[in-house]
């Protein structure tokens, strides 16, 4: 029996691999290298820039794949990240060990990360809970935030109850 021209079975393996469905997997460490080896086995392929994501539920990623600005690619803990900020496309991570550019865009970070650590408090930031030194309300239903690393940002209206529901202020 032959297969109808054209099916992925008439392809070379090297054509077969590179139309393999590409997946970013965010897992607990421990579990990632099984997990990796097991679906590329069962022919998915593991890429970090993947549009879709596999993850295990109720968790949050400990580490955000970045870049430095060599176009290095980097794991950083989510714990020394200060803040993150978006400017159009370009998305940069501000942490305790420097400036790295993410991956993914502003939105996706802000789904992915712990909802109890980080928090977005404007259409471009997302702090960091436990990077915030200074926290100054003014009369127009704002708070302007300083940060760990002495950035100054606003929390604008929108966001306004949200921080303070996020702060029990």
Do not use: W
């Not at 392809?11 to 990796?36: G, H, N, W, Y």
């Not at 990623?61 to 370009?90: A, M, T, W």
Request: aromatic share 10%; hydrophobic share 40%.
């Amino acid at each position: 029996m032959t297969s109808a021209p054209g099916k992925d079975s008439d392809l070379p393996p090297c054509q077969e691999r590179s139309r393999a469905l590409k997946i970013r997997l965010t897992v607990r460490e421990e579990f990632r290298d099984a997990m990796a080896a097991r679906l590329e086995a069962a022919g998915f392929q593991i890429d970090d820039q993947a549009p879709f994501t596999l993850s295990e539920s109720e968790t949050h990623p400990r580490f955000l794949i970045v870049r430095d600005k060599q176009g290095d690619r980097f794991r950083i803990d989510v714990d020394s990240i200060i803040f993150i900020e978006s400017y159009g496309h370009r998305v940069d991570v501000h942490s305790t060990h420097g400036l790295f550019s993410a991956t993914d865009r502003l939105y996706q970070l802000a789904e992915m990360l712990d909802p109890r650590t980080f928090l977005r408090i404007s259409n471009s930031v997302i702090i960091s809970r436990h990077h915030v030194k200074k926290i100054r309300p003014t009369l127009s239903m704002k708070f302007i935030l300083t940060l760990s690393d002495g950035t100054v940002v606003d929390v604008t209206r929108s966001y306004y109850s949200a921080f303070r529901d996020f702060f029990g202020i």
